[in-house]
């Protein structure tokens, strides 16, 4: 959630029973004292290729590193004070926009004006909230990742941040708390995983099988999202999560604190209209959408 805030066999004597030993290679003694020795048959068979128990794309494992580190730096590497300053100059504060409130010198202006719309995504309050993202991006950022690929991905998460810091922005004008953390990038990613996940060959309806090409289907032409019940499900649910986080009712991670749901819908938005901004998919007809063409803003 965004949060503001690897033996050798050696016969045994004296007993003349088999026993039983574990073996690698070589011949299997049968019986202690038995000269002969049966060599066992080696099948011709080709090996079966085994898919790895965890296939997380490299970039997804790079940005959870770079969370993990940040945070371990700011636990246990910086000061009280120096966290304080590190906030100040990664994290997102609306107020650093409003000309109308006067904080003098207390945020650092410059580049952090633009640097903290992506920075703050990498920031998270404690191990908690951090492993709670975490959770979240492993399934719906490798997804999105696969069918990307690395640098697309990567402008998308930072893409995805800012619109939630926009968002965010946008109805919290002047407010002096910071935001934090990547949910708003990672609700990117679960609706960009939403364009193309149900679709027929899908990583949804493939019953265990991912290959490549199961990230690489047709995605559902934006026009269209809607009038998949599937999708349709997906959406309202996430949406009446979020509702109820902003209302409250449900707690962030146990910690109290409160939860920047704006930036999720921001995220999420982002994503879903700007999907084919980033897919390297060829168009067709079927699947070119009002989002296809990068607007100036």
């Given at each position: 959630?965004?949060?503001?805030?690897r033996?050798?066999?050696?016969?045994?004597?004296?007993?003349?029973?088999?026993k039983?030993?574990p073996?690698?290679?070589?011949?299997?003694?049968l019986a202690?004292?038995?000269r002969?020795?049966v060599?066992?048959?080696?099948?011709?068979?080709?090996?079966v290729?085994?898919e790895?128990?965890?296939?997380i794309?490299?970039?997804?494992?790079?940005?959870?590193?770079?969370?993990?580190?940040?945070?371990?730096?700011?636990?246990?590497?910086?000061?009280?004070?120096?966290?304080?300053?590190?906030?100040?100059?990664f994290?997102?504060?609306?107020?650093r926009?409003?000309s109308?409130?006067?904080?003098?010198?207390?945020?650092?202006?410059?580049?952090?004006d633009?640097?903290?719309?992506?920075t703050?995504a990498?920031?998270h309050?404690?191990?908690?909230?951090?492993g709670?993202?975490?959770?979240?991006?492993?399934?719906?950022?490798?997804?999105?990742?696969r069918r990307?690929?690395?640098?697309r991905?990567?402008?998308?998460?930072?893409?995805?941040?800012?619109?939630?810091?926009?968002l965010?922005?946008?109805?919290?004008?002047?407010?002096?708390f910071?935001?934090i953390?990547?949910?708003?990038?990672?609700?990117g990613?679960?609706a960009?995983?939403m364009?193309?996940?149900f679709?027929?060959?899908?990583?949804?309806?493939?019953?265990?099988?991912?290959?490549?090409?199961?990230?690489r289907?047709?995605?559902?032409?934006?026009?269209?999202v809607?009038?998949?019940?599937?999708?349709?499900?997906f959406?309202?649910?996430w949406?009446?999560?979020?509702?109820?986080f902003?209302?409250?009712s449900?707690?962030?991670?146990?910690?109290?604190?409160s939860?920047?749901?704006?930036a999720?819908?921001g995220?999420?938005?982002?994503?879903?209209?700007?999907?084919?901004?980033?897919?390297?998919?060829?168009?067709s007809?079927?699947?070119?959408?009002?989002?296809?063409?990068?607007?100036?803003?």
């Open positions: 959630m965004t949060s503001r805030h033996m050798a066999i050696t016969p045994q004597r004296g007993s003349g029973r088999a039983a030993l073996f690698l290679f070589g011949p299997i003694c202690a004292g038995q002969s020795c060599t066992p048959a080696v099948s011709s068979d080709p090996p290729k085994r790895p128990i965890f296939n794309p490299p970039v997804i494992i790079a940005v959870l590193a770079v969370l993990a580190l940040v945070h371990v730096v700011r636990t246990y590497v910086l000061s009280e004070q120096q966290d304080v300053e590190f906030l100040l100059t994290a997102f504060i609306p107020v926009y409003d109308s409130v006067m904080v003098g010198d207390a945020l650092p202006g410059g580049g952090a633009v640097w903290t719309f992506i703050y990498f920031i309050a404690d191990w908690t909230h951090l709670v993202n975490a959770i979240w991006l492993l399934p719906f950022g490798s997804a999105v990742a990307f690929g690395t640098a991905f990567l402008a998308f998460f930072a893409v995805t941040a800012a619109a939630g810091a926009a965010h922005l946008a109805t919290h004008a002047g407010e002096q910071p935001m953390g990547a949910s708003a990038a990672i609700s990613t679960m960009a995983a364009r193309f996940s679709q027929r060959g899908g990583p949804l309806t493939l019953l265990g099988r991912a290959d490549d090409s199961a990230y289907v047709p995605a559902i032409p934006l026009r269209s809607l009038s998949d019940a599937r999708v349709v499900l959406v309202a649910v949406f009446g999560i979020n509702i109820l902003g209302l409250g449900l707690p962030i991670t146990g910690s109290g604190q939860v920047a749901w704006q999720h819908i995220g999420f938005l982002a994503g879903l209209f700007l999907f084919s901004w980033f897919d390297p998919k060829p168009r007809p079927q699947t070119d959408d009002g989002a296809a063409t990068p607007q100036s803003h």
